[in-house]
């Protein structure tokens, strides 16, 4: 499979060397290049499709002017810059000089990873137009929420509408459906969306470590603190902080985290005087906070602090319509990644596909499709490419009645929204299909895709189209 070619440039020996450990090779083919004048004949003679400008000192000076001279030579390559000295005069020299991503030290493998992915698939969608069928609607500010059907178009504009505000945002939805592409989202619409978007698994830092985990901690606060450090509410200063899986926080925790919100103050483990904070908090569980509340599991205080805006994600059964809009962006995604041309599924494939009830929901749907990667060599995906434990499943979820929609969307699916042989396979008439599509919303995502209402057959093997 092929690799993209990262190019790690503009950074000292260590620096580049800790930036490209933090990257998957099994992913990556990364290239490193220390000497800035050296950075463009690299670029000729690599071809990398994404630069990462790299830089523990000032790059006010010569970083900079070498990430313009690239932008001069190069408009479209991707470029993400990571740096220590974070001040706003840099981040708007650095959007100026049009980087993709601007990124401040310290960062985790996973955030730099996923920037680079972000970077990559925006890259790629600059080059390769959506199909028609794919509206703007389903785009917020670079990152896709896709769905045209009627709870994920009400989901962003709800999003338009409370982004701009600094509300704190509780999120709601089972594991898999994207909360935090929601609050990325929020984030990256907001005022601060040049300032950190700081995750936290709420459930994974013991107590014994939560202060100088979020609080911080000055130099000499506890034997093996040779420096100070910034906790993760002080790194997320003007920006966003978002609390992942916050029904999980501990007593101790929600009570320490609540002072902090209500005080809008720190204090470094150490530390001698507060420190000011400012930032929004967005959390996001699957859990029912209403229940926990009266329980006695989370604290009543908290839960009204954080819930002022309320998002709530609906799982992938409840909005099946968006299956094969799902299934063309991760197919176009998948490609890019893996240097592959499929192309689509058969129409077994897919009628399985939209009648199985994905407990996992969209995360099940993205890893399903990755493995099928792996599994097949085809440039169609059939029901035997599928892994023998999903297979397995959707074997016993066969006895379950298939519902009316599911039945409806197979037939537009597999018949390219021919609805006079759409009518055929159902065995029902045409107006009962116009009908249908009118109970369940479907006729303006059938208007987005081609109409073609003629009765010549539909090509074999079927692919997934827009809806």
Known sequence: MKKSILLVANGDEALSRRTRDSLPGEKYQIIVCSENHRLLEFIRSHGPDLVIAASSGDLCGDGLDIIQQL???????????????????????ALKSRVNDYLKLPISSDELDASVRRCLYESFISHNPPKPGTTASSVIDGERMIGESQPVRQ????????APTDS????????????????????????????????????AIPD????????????????????????????????????????????????????????????????????????RVIAATN??????????????????????????????????????????????????????????????????LLSYHWPG????????????????????????DFPEQFRKRLKDGESVPQAELDRLLVALLATNWNKSLAAEKLQWSRMTVYRKMAKYRLLTSANKAKENDTTSSHPEPICNKTL
């Open 287 to 352: 859990q029912d906070l209403e229940a926990a509340v009266e329980d006695g599991r989370f604290r009543k205080d908290l839960y009204f602090r954080l819930n002022v805006a309320r998002i709530h994600l609906p799982a992938l059964r409840e909005r099946k319509e968006d299956i094969a809009l799902l299934l063309e962006h991760y197919l176009q995604e998948l490609n890019c990644r893996y240097g592959r041309e499929v192309e689509g599924f058969t129409e077994e494939a897919l009628e399985k």
């Open 168 to 203: 704190n945002v509780l999120i709601t939805g089972e594991t898999g459906t994207g909360k935090e592409l929601a609050a990325e989202l929020i984030h990256k619409n907001s005022t601060r969306h040049g300032k950190p978007f700081i995750c936290v698994n709420s459930a």
């Open 208 to 279: 014994s470590l939560l202060e100088s985990e979020m609080f911080g901690y000055e130099r000499g606060a506890f034997t093996g603190a040779d420096s100070s450090n910034d906790g993760k509410l002080k790194i997320a200063d003007g920006g966003t902080i978002f609390f992942d899986e916050i029904g999980d926080m501990s007593s101790y925790a929600q009570a320490k985290i609540l002072r902090a919100l209500e005080t809008k103050r720190i204090y470094r483990l150490g530390g001698k005087s507060s420190i000011a904070l400012n930032i």
């Open 361 to 384: 929901n969209v995360r099940e749907l993205k890893n399903l499709l990755e493995a099928v990667f792996f599994n097949s060599l085809r440039h169609w995906v059939s029901l035997e």
């Open 155 to 162: 989901i962003k504009g709800y999003i338009r509408n409370v």
């Open 71 to 93: 932008r001069r030579r190069n408009r479209k390559i991707p470029i993400i810059l990571i740096t220590s000295n974070s001040t706003e005069e840099l981040a708007i020299a």
